[in-house]
């Protein structure tokens, strides 16, 4: 078991609140030495859900690095003044828990920061007013003019756009029996209609009886293409009430590719040989967003709807040539763009078909791809029909990479998962997160590719951040033979710290650095770590290793 049952049964029954931008599990910090793996709390959290408010909260000046762990000077840190750093002892006491002069004389207009996780002593020219004073700050490291000139991102305040990615492969006319009389505003076209007819008597049906039949027995038939219209028209409406101004676009796809936009322009048709041609699809939605992406949502949601109306559904499944376009198009809204591609089917036609390309040739796609998208700021969300031959596995990769959402559903509750797609707005563009801890702990089943300083620092750039988004981190005591050798007393620590640097470009441009340092006490006791756990995030913790 990953933890407890007692901890397991108060997970159940949960408190769901939103924790702090960087959360411990636990009061405590247990640092007792197991050689076995034991279930504890020494678990923590980030989430980037107050990112916005960088402005409000900036910090002027510059961050100062430690030279030994690349730690940021914070309000937790001691800083010795230099005339009482010089009267210390060059050789430390007998139980190391004194401080010695590893420096020798210092300018005594100096202030000693001795580094509260690796133990290094800097001599810094500093005055107080330019130490932190909160243990949350911002630093603005390049502003989005500077950004922009040095040809890094577009200018000025991005909105983002949003690109619907449809399947209208022809297994989007399989029809779902629904209890009582559905009046959905979007029926079936003309083609659909004679396509019904030649399987019913010679006497023939007009469309309201037909529709007058169905209606007989109580129950409706509801296509998935009717199910997704009347889901976007939902959000559509939604999104004209809150956003009127958003740009929203429509990209279809078959065994072609529609690049439709606004639905005001001429609309980009790619198909033939060009479906398997990466840079060709990428260049001509790139090139089409000028023309097509022009109008806001409170000008182009009728049209749209009445696009996506028009349209029948037939024909292979072109879904990776469709993504493609779909995140060209989406760039070029600006960073914080998002694409929700709605798909019923496997990618059997084109660039990613998983019908005739080999498994390592389709997964390359798919995660450059998801590079391209991450790498401009786009998330991309999945939205794939329950029961049926979606790829999640590889598609799911995709969704993590940009930090959009993979969702798999009954086609009639698609209402509900696009309003919860779109509510989750990008907060913040290619964000790198820093983990610091003290030298005598290390992080615990995290890959070791991200890891450096002995398991101690953790760096890793996870793209695009929304509100929602949140990772989780476990960590641990070294063993004994690794303190002994670092010399480390941690057991006589009553607190250790912690530290959170997200570097992040926010939706304006700007390019931000915000550090979390915090301060934790300690116990070697597992009962008293455990008395006022976060079984919330342990709970978090405990899906992530799991799913």
Known sequence: EYMGKELIERIKKMDHASPNIMTNASEYARIKSNRRVVADTNVFAVNF???????????????????????????????????????????????????????????ERKLVWIC????????????????????????????AAQVEAQGQAQGGESEGAIIFC???????????????????????????????????????????????????????????????????????????????????????????????????????VITGDKLNNFDSILGEAESAYTTLMNKPLEESSERLLAKFSAISEKGATALGPGLLAAVGLAAKGGAGSQVIICTDGLANIGLGSFDGLSEASTQEFYTKVANAAKESGVSVSVVTIKGEGARVDVLG????????????????????????????????????????LHKGLKFRNEDP??????????????????????????????????????????????TIPFQALIHFTSTKGDRVLRIITQQQRTTKEQSQSEQEVNVRLLGNRCMSKTA
């Open 49 to 107: 859900r107050n990112l916005k408010l960088y402005q409000s909260l900036l910090f002027l000046g510059d961050a100062i690095p430690c030279l030994g762990c690349k730690s940021v000077l914070n309000s937790k840190s001691v800083l010795i003044p230099g005339a009482e750093y010089n009267k210390l002892a060059e050789e430390e006491s007998k139980d190391g828990t004194e401080v010695k002069n590893v420096l020798g004389n210092v300018d």
């Open 116 to 143: 509260e996780f690796c133990g290094n002593h800097t001599a810094l020219s500093l005055m107080q007013e330019e130490v932190p004073k909160t243990s949350d700050v911002f630093y603005l490291l390049h502003s």
């Open 166 to 268: 449809i399947d209208f492969s022809g297994s989007m006319s399989t029809s779902h029996e629904v209890a009582g009389v559905e009046n959905l505003k979007h029926g079936m076209t003309q083609e659909e209609m004679d396509m019904l007819k030649q399987f019913l008597d010679e006497e023939g049906y007009n469309a309201g009886a037909i529709r007058q039949m169905m209606g007989a027995s109580r129950k409706t038939f509801i296509s998935r293409k009717q199910c997704v219209l009347a889901a976007i028209e939902s959000q559509l409406a939604e999104l004209r009430k809150t956003n009127p101004k958003k740009k929203v676009g429509l990209v279809t796809f078959n065994k072609e590719v529609i690049v439709i936009g606004d639905a005001f322009g001429a609309e980009v």
């Open 397 to 436: 990769k995709l969704v993590e990479t940009t930090n959009g959402a993979v969702t798999r559903v009954d086609p009639t509750q698609l209402s509900k998962d696009f309003g919860t797609i779109l509510k989750d707005e990008i907060l913040a563009t290619n964000v790198e997160i820093e983990l610091h």
């Open 449 to 494: 590719q991200y890891l450096s300083n002995g398991g101690s620092t953790y760096i890793r750039n996870v793209g695009n951040v929304t509100a929602l988004t949140e990772f989780t981190f476990e960590y641990e005591l070294r063993s004994p033979e690794e303190l002994a050798k670092e010399k480390i007393n941690i057991e006589k620590a009553k």
